[in-house]
């Protein structure tokens, strides 16, 4: 038996390779390979796991969902040709007996369905929290899709229902996901969220010092979007820059290794800092760029503003506030950073312009409540550490049976 992991994105990889890592512990003689579906699948490599098929990086990065033009660019830049060598890859490398993990959306659940072997699904695009509150009432839906479903029983659609009712097992983002699909008589497991694999969880709810303010800034990881939204970052910045006079601001810059750090520092000059050593300085406040270091500056920082998708959750799952300002895509727009919004409930504030930031961050700050009501919410929706290493555990009692 081989284990082929097929997903579709940059968050996708590395919640599979959180998976697989853990496969290996348990299983090491396992052989696996992967087919990164959207992307280069660069951290699939960090754990020499073989790529089976022709890999590509899209002008939309996997967003065409978003935006009809996004889909024609990908369109002209191949998609459709990548997508046919995909799925002969994926028929010339398996053979009876092999298994299948999908981890993404319904492309790879649908690959895993093409593949005609026993496969599991892995759901990261959809949660219930997109179309329910916490006590599981319905919240408005805005799409044609959605108003096709007319039971609103579920935030899949029938046809996904259909392909995950055919898979061996299911793991959805959360729990009140999985209790949907298992209405569905779908095999889906609560194992929690590989996202918040590697983090350390504080027992006690994070407290801002307004005297000693450090704020951790997210522009994402997908080039160009990145460089735009890391703009309007910078005056999301300047906006906490100008209202807080006579107070110490520290800013964390952790950039994906995705993106140039030229472009950074040439955003923060024409913005108004200027070099000092290692770090940034703007009228009395400091700013630190590094790349890899999210994991350290996020423990650090005391709120988050952010264009990015799975930072951002990884940072709402420490119990800290993030403040989101949309842009103009194919990514982070504003219908994403909505639907992002009602998923991650209150931990997340929306904020359309930089300019009001300040004035958001000064209402979370002023209200206790709210910050109590931000840590409980963070850990809640994400879930503890370790599911990487729970999901590794059931497939093996199951898929890899």
């Given amino acids: 038996m081989r284990l082929l992991c097929i997903s579709n994105g940059h968050g996708e990889d590395l919640i599979a390779i959180r998976i697989l890592q853990a496969l290996q512990g348990l299983l090491p003689d396992l052989q696996m390979a992967a087919l990164p579906i959207v ?12 790529i089976i098929g022709p890999t590509k990086q899209m002008p939309s990065g996997g ?12 369109l002209q830049g191949g998609l459709l040709q990548l997508t046919i060598a995909q799925i002969r890859a ?36 959809k949660s219930e929290y997109h179309v329910r509150d916490e006590q599981g009432q ?23 229902r259909w392909l995950m009712k055919h898979s061996t097992c299911v793991f959805p983002r959360d729990l009140m996901t999985a209790r949907r699909l298992q209405h569905w ?97 703007r009228d009395g406040h400091v700013l630190y760029l590094d790349q890899g270091s999210f994991v350290d500056y996020a423990h650090r920082a005391d709120v988050a503003i952010a264009t990015a998708g799975t930072a951002t959750e990884q940072f709402v799952g420490l119990g800290k506030p993030v403040l989101t300002l949309p842009g103009n895509g194919p990514q982070f727009t504003l219908s994403f950073a909505q639907a992002q919004a009602r998923h991650l409930g209150a931990s997340i504030t929306l904020v359309e312009q930089p300019h009001h930031i300040d004035q958001a961050l000064t209402a979370i700050m002023q209200n206790p409540d709210r910050q109590t009501a931000i840590y409980k919410n963070g850990l809640h929706r994400m879930g503890p550490p370790g599911a990487g290493q729970r999901i590794a555990e059931i497939l093996v009692k199951t898929l890899l049976a």
């Fill in 39 to 50: 992307g280069e699948g660069r951290q699939y490599q960090k754990l020499a796991i073989e």
């Fill in 63 to 74: 967003f065409i969902y978003m935006d009809s033009q996004q889909l024609a660019r990908d």
């Fill in 90 to 125: 994926v028929g010339a490398w398996l053979r009876p007996g092999d298994v299948v993990l999908a981890v993404g959306d319904i492309v790879p659940l649908l690959f895993g369905w093409l593949s005609r072997c026993p496969y599991g699904f892995i759901g990261t695009a």
């Fill in 138 to 160: 319905c919240l408005m839906r805005s799409t044609v899709l959605d108003r096709l479903d007319f039971q609103r029983t579920c935030v899949y659609m029938p046809w996904e």
């Fill in 185 to 281: 008589a779908i095999e889906a497991y609560d194992a929690g969220n590989p996202m918040m694999d590697g983090f350390i969880i504080s027992a006690h709810q994070p407290m801002p010092d307004q005297q000693g303010l450090i704020v951790l800034l997210l522009p994402g990881s997908r080039a160009p979007e990145a460089y735009e939204n890391w703009q309007r970052l910078l005056q999301g910045a300047a906006s906490i820059i100008h209202h807080r006079q006579g107070q110490s601001v520290t800013f964390l810059t952790a950039a994906a290794p995705s993106l140039a750090l030229d472009t950074l520092t040439q955003g923060l000059t024409d913005n108004g800092w200027q070099t000092e050593g290692t770090h940034y300085l």
